[in-house]
């Protein structure tokens, strides 16, 4: 492929200008390669006539002579401030001015901030093995430690000697942090012993995925090209879980640039399987919360890449509420897309964690002040009103196997025996289905957050060469049209709010809702509800109002509590 020419100064010559501003402007689709021979041609180095009309024939657009007459100076005019942009340098962390928020007119939220009460529970006993625990949940791991049964120090090492051991299997260590998890497990220990306990979180090993900042330590993106890039700072959810006394043992595998499951270093796995990917772009968060290998993980989702991963590999992963958790310190997949969220055997986990990480740092402009997440385990569950997306539950979706089927219908069984009335709902769809839009917005967004990685070319080091063309194509989408899939975005959100008024949780197929509550920003959580024949776990969705996780994680935690899916777990081989 032929190098764009550049400038002296560091900016992109006029020609390349020329036809870059070609594609953009006028066409949504891949075409600089057929104005850019012309632009060569040209004596002139400025688009002409002609130019422009065979760029408005690819467009679609039906321009006549005059039209193009008036269109032609004002492109060329154009490019003067392509130029002076351009010679800012814009990191993939720079926030657009535009910030995406997810309340739709007439949402009302709770203001009032609680304390956190968390269930009750049976005394736990240390095991005489100590990796008996290595399955247990948050809660129960806290009362080994609350109880000084088990040092924060001893967890620690316990769950390093899991990390080496399954990762050849796995593949979902980027980076063991080891000596960070040592000190603070030391630290831990000291503070316990002298009756200082932080809370749940205090002494809690747990794994970030590999695009969430941990200063002293490489952060990858999951991609060759930055496989040296570290930051000297930590993103501001490693340093609230650090303030909860929690322990960060690993950085875990994340998609090449937070898509899918391959990185620079091949497929992370699913432990049910090892044969199979563990999916989406938290890979290692899910498949290390699966296997035993971290108490708990974090791990982001743009398009699905918490939902996913959870169901693959048999966790709760939660996808919190738009702007709940702040993203400083995380690679950007889509600015108005990105969530960042807890991966946990249970519900009550992704509670706590969520608990811990929530609210405004005065960095990420898109969370909000006064919307404080409470937890109360006192809340009436019989009080929730409980719907399901109907035809979602009776269609046969191609990628779901006749397991997810019958497990989908078991779950509503399940809750309906609990005593729920469930309340048939329909979600928008068909004329506007948030699958396609969803995926049109985040490809717009990482080609602006990739503009500089693009034009320079170090894309060329990416394991998925495909991508390279998804993240071009995406460069040459015209801004208006941009605007008008987020006009359109806000429609469903306001069609979205309407389906599920007065509705406190949705249940749904994760499918079915993934795309579309994606764009909204709606909160949406995954719970194993089942296996295959092959014993590999299937999974539902529960759906939330904005800023409410509490219900559908009080919904989500009950479900548990009566099916104890959860308390599976794979069988590894080193």
């Excluded at 006549?64 to 003067?80: H, K, R, T």
Aim: aromatic share 8%; glycine share 10%.
């Amino acid at each position: 492929m032929e190098q764009t020419p550049v400038a002296k100064d560091g900016a992109r010559s006029r020609r390349s200008f020329l036809s870059y501003f070609s594609g953009i402007g006028l066409s949504s689709t891949l075409m600089p390669g057929l104005l850019w021979g012309s632009v060569q041609e040209a004596e002139e180095q400025e688009l002409t006539l002609e130019m422009t009309r065979t760029a408005a024939q690819v467009a679609g657009l039906d321009f006549s002579d005059e039209e193009l007459e008036m269109i032609v100076d004002g492109v060329n005019q154009s490019f003067e401030r392509f130029e002076e942009i351009r010679l800012t340098s814009l990191d993939n962390s720079v926030m657009p001015a535009l910030h995406f928020s997810p309340v739709a007119p007439g949402m009302e939220f709770e203001r009032v901030e609680g304390a956190l009460r968390l269930g009750s529970r049976s005394l736990v006993t240390r095991p005489s093995d100590l990796e008996e625990v290595a399955f247990w949940s948050i809660m129960d791991l806290a009362q080994l430690i609350e109880s000084r049964q088990v040092r924060p120090s001893e967890l620690t090492e316990m769950y390093i000697g899991r990390l080496r051991r399954y990762n050849a299997t796995l593949n979902c260590v980027v980076t063991l942090t080891e000596s960070r998890a040592r000190a603070l497990a030391e630290q831990a220990d000291a503070e316990i012993a002298e009756g200082r306990y932080r809370g749940p979180l205090h002494g809690i090993p747990w794994g970030a995925k590999d695009i969430i900042a941990a200063q002293g330590y490489p952060t990858t993106w999951g991609a060759a090209p930055f496989e040296e890039q570290t930051f000297d700072f930590d993103a501001t959810v490693v340093e609230r879980l650090d303030d909860a006394g929690a322990i960060l043992v690993a950085k875990l595998t994340t998609g090449e640039l937070a898509f899918g499951d391959n990185w620079f270093g091949g497929r992370t796995n699913n432990p049910w399987n090892p044969e199979q990917g563990s999916s989406g772009s938290s890979a290692g968060s899910g498949a290390a919360t699966a296997a035993g290998l971290v108490g708990f993980a974090i791990g982001t989702d743009t398009g699905g890449s918490i939902l996913s991963p959870a169901v693959r590999c048999g966790v709760v992963g939660l996808r919190p509420t738009f702007g709940r958790v702040s993203r400083y310190g995380v690679m950007a997949a889509g600015y108005s897309l990105d969530k960042v969220g807890p991966m946990c055997r249970t519900a009550e986990g992704c509670a706590v964690v969520l608990h811990t990480v929530a609210g405004p740092d005065g960095k990420d402009m898109a969370v909000p002040s006064g919307v404080p997440f409470n937890w109360d385990v006192g809340m009436n569950l019989e009080a929730l009103r409980i719907g399901y997306f109907e035809s979602a539950f009776n269609e046969e979706e191609p990628r779901q196997s006749t397991d997810d089927r019958m497990n989908a219908a078991a779950t509503l069984d399940t809750l309906r025996t609990m005593g729920f009335t469930l309340e048939p709902v329909e979600m928008p769809r068909n004329t506007f289905s948030g699958r396609d839009l969803t995926y049109f917005i985040e490809f717009v967004e990482r080609a602006a957050g990739f503009d500089e990685f693009v034009r320079s070319r170090k894309d060329t080091g990416l394991r998925r060469q495909n991508h390279r063309g998804e993240l071009r194509v995406s460069q040459l989408v015209p801004a208006v049209e941009y605007l008008q899939a987020n006009r359109i975005r806000m429609l469903l959100m306001e069609e979205v709010a309407r389906a599920i008024e007065g509705i406190d949780v949705l249940v749904a197929p994760w499918r079915s809702i993934n795309p579309l509550t994606s764009m909204t920003g709606h909160p949406v959580v995954a719970v194993p509800n089942g296996f295959t024949g092959e014993v590999t776990p299937t999974g539902i969705a529960f759906m939330g109002s904005i800023y409410r996780e509490d219900k559908l994680l009080m919904l989500a935690k009950a479900y548990q509590e009566a099916t104890a899916f959860h308390e599976r777990h794979p069988v590894l081989r080193a």
